[in-house]
């Protein structure tokens, strides 16, 4: 059984239907131990970061998470949250990867836009979560903050400067982008993951 956590984030439908896509029904569920029951666990979310924590800790959610042993993905706001804090909001976050959640700063390059917002290449993939992906090939980023490249990076982009892509770290995994909604690239990627080795 895939499970999709429940809380108060955006972007669960997409996630859903890109999952249909690859003939799986997911459970949508905020039950702990249903969450623990999975096989595997995907943390989607859209959103301002110190809502979403605030939410995630009122439920205790975040003890959930951090309790899990079976893969997990985080998804976009879902990465950040799994980092160590965030600028949005000047909150801590769950501290799965050790490594903060900075905003763009535009004014380092002026032509660039932020929210960066539309279709991205990735580089420098590492582990079977991007099998049978390519390096340059492009995902569908929507976001304002990014994580800096560090030790758990598995994949790169660049938007005025290079960030984390996608990390991981033991059994959490985790994109900046939104695999649910970048076409054929996405779906590989979700296909990867639920195909991955404990």
Known sequence: MIAILKYNAGNIRSVINALHRLGVEP????????LRRAERV???GQGEASVAMRYLREHRLDEVLLSLTQPVLGICVGQQLMCRSSEEGNCQCLGL???PVLRFNPEEKMH?????MGWNSLHDMKTALYD???DGDYV???HSYYVPLCSDTIATADYIQPYSASLHRDNFYATQFHPEKSGDVGQQILKNFLLIED
């Open 27 to 34: 459970l949508l569920t905020d039950d702990p131990a249903e």
């Open 42 to 44: 995907i943390f989607p």
């Open 97 to 99: 990867f050790d490594v």
């Open 112 to 116: 660039y836009k932020v929210p960066c």
């Open 132 to 134: 049978n992906v390519h």
């Open 140 to 142: 569908y980023f929507v």
